[in-house]
């Protein structure tokens, strides 16, 4: 079956560094994304990674490694509103995507 | 710019009635997609449609049905509504295409409760 594995809970403090993992085990790879969701409200998309590396976008960066099945999502210099759920996703071989149940992020000052 | 708008925004309907929720782009996208998000699980595919005209089947399609008449609108009908439906259910949609990564926008999501 196909899977995405993604911490439930983290905490983090107000200026510090946050790493989010995800692993995967899917049918093939297009592509992984980062989508950000606040309480209450819909996903937004954070980033996309298809090839191996860093993608950097302001204080969030995206790491993928396809040959671990593996990728983070990194946040710096933590803001209150950083406080939500980030949401790892495989699109596989199918361009199907496969969604991981989310990361809470809890930001504490 | 509307983007994706949804309707009704909360719900609360007895078993065995019918239900649509209704869904609108403004974007032109030619993809639209209805999930269902639960406490503690990943956004579950209900149905899709790649483009006008056509529908397809996600992870978890019984008990619904879709119709994609034009590329704005892509309603999503409770046929008879069971408990189980209870949700929070968004529509979203993406352009595919050479340029782009079919990144998807999502409307604010239907509450929907069955009593």
């Known amino acids: 079956g196909q899977n995405i594995d993604q911490p439930t809970e983290m905490t983090a403090t107000e200026g510090a560094i946050v790493q989010i993992n995800c692993t995967y085990q899917?049918?093939?790879?297009?592509?992984l994304f980062w989508y950000q969701q606040h309480a209450g409200e819909a996903p937004t998309f954070l980033s996309y990674?298809?090839l191996d590396g860093l993608e950097e976008k302001g204080r969030f960066s995206s790491f993928l490694s396809r040959s671990k099945g593996y990728s983070y999502l990194l946040l710096k210099e933590l803001q209150m509103k950083d406080s939500a759920s980030y949401l790892c996703?495989?699109?596989?071989?199918?361009?199907?995507?496969?969604w991981g149940a989310g990361t809470k992020l809890i930001i504490k000052p | 710019t509307a983007g994706i708008t949804q309707a009704p925004t909360s719900q609360i309907l007895a078993a065995g009635r019918s239900m649509t929720l209704r869904c609108t782009q403004d974007?032109?996208?030619?993809?639209m997609y209805w999930y269902r998000q639960d406490l503690g699980l990943g956004l579950r595919l209900i149905h899709y449609?790649?483009?006008?005209?056509?529908?397809g089947k996600g992870e978890v399609p019984d008990g619904y049905s879709v119709s994609r008449a034009n590329t704005d609108d892509f309603p999503l009908t409770l046929a008879s509504a069971v408990p189980s439906q209870t949700s929070v259910y968004f529509c979203?949609?993406?352009?595919?295409?050479?340029?782009?990564?079919?990144?998807?926008?999502f409307g604010e999501g239907s509450r929907l409760t069955v009593l």
């Open positions: 979203a949609s993406s352009d595919w295409g050479e340029s782009n990564t079919g990144e998807l926008f």
């Open positions: 974007m032109r996208h030619n993809a």
């Open positions: 449609s790649n483009t006008a005209g056509t529908t």
């Open positions: 899917t049918s093939g790879f297009n592509g």
């Open positions: 990674n298809v």
């Open positions: 996703v495989v699109m596989d071989s199918n361009y199907q995507l496969i």
